[in-house]
T-cell receptor
Framework: DAGVIQSPRHEVTEMGQEVTLRCKPI?????LFWYRQTMMRGLELLIY????????DSGMPEDRFSAKMPNASFSTLKIQPSEPRDSAVYFC???????????FGSGTRLTVV | AQTVTQSQPEMSVQEAETVTLSCTYD???????LFWYKQPPSRQMILVIR??????QNATENRFSVNFQKAAKSFSLKISDSQLGDTAMYFC?????????????FGTGTRLKVLA
């Protein structure tokens, strides 16, 4: 298995543009998590899905952020419009719900200028 | 609410020496899990070790071991015979079951540098 795959690895965009981050979880995992990592706030859980259904999105900072999981093998995190303070590394992780050990992707480093 | 505190933002250790990273947490739950993750410069988050709260025996994985003090809500990581490849950010994480799955709460991390 190739692990959790995130794309792109790096993204640089201008303020106001729409940004879409992508994640392919490990096949068979039924829970998917989106985290944001910054120097100031560390790792923050944004949203997580169980069996493709969003369970808790209380960590999503504001309405500019949205996440979808249309099927078991794909999820997106979208920011529209993007702002410089959104600059961070965004991680996707997946797990088998009953085991609870996460496998993380390599993250997407987002820079909004 | 659960919180995880790592009070050492940065540490360094000489190669082959032993270093201990501290972590405390706050919870009112009795059943939970604790983890240490390593994040090297490659950015990949790698599971180092995990501990189930109901187990009294401290977990060990090769050169990595924990000192789990449930009453004190302390979960420190000891790295023996430190190697240059151990240079990384280390995150302590608390996990509990919620809505049919598990949620992590991470500490702010400790940056460890192993010196040659």
């Amino acid at each position: 298995d190739a692990g959790v795959i995130q794309s792109p690895r790096h993204e640089v965009t201008e303020m106001g543009q729409e940004v879409t981050l992508r994640c392919k979880p490990i096949s068979g995992h039924n829970s998917l998590f989106w985290y944001r990592q910054t120097m100031m706030r560390g790792l923050e859980l944004l949203i997580y899905f169980n069996n493709n259904v969003p369970i808790d999105d209380s960590g999503m900072p504001e309405d500019r952020f949205s996440a979808k999981m249309p099927n078991a093998s794909f999820s997106t995190l979208k920011i529209q419009p993007s702002e410089p303070r959104d600059s961070a590394v965004y991680f996707c992780a997946s797990s088998l719900a009953l085991i609870g050990v996460y496998t993380f992707g390599s993250g997407t480093r987002l820079t909004v200028v | 609410a659960q919180t995880v505190t790592q009070s050492q933002p940065e540490m360094s250790v000489q190669e082959a020496e032993t270093v201990t990273l501290s972590c405390t947490y706050d919870t009112s739950e009795n059943n939970y899990y604790l983890f240490w993750y390593k994040q090297p410069p490659s950015r990949q988050m790698i599971l180092v070790i995990r501990q189930e709260a109901y187990k009294q025996q401290n977990a060990t994985e090769n050169r990595f071991s924990v000192n789990f003090q449930k009453a004190a809500k302390s979960f420190s990581l000891k790295i023996s015979d430190s190697q240059l490849g151990d240079t990384a950010m280390y995150f302590c994480a608390f996990m509990r079951r919620s809505s049919g799955t598990y949620k992590y709460i991470f500490g702010t991390g400790t940056r460890l540098k192993v010196l040659a």
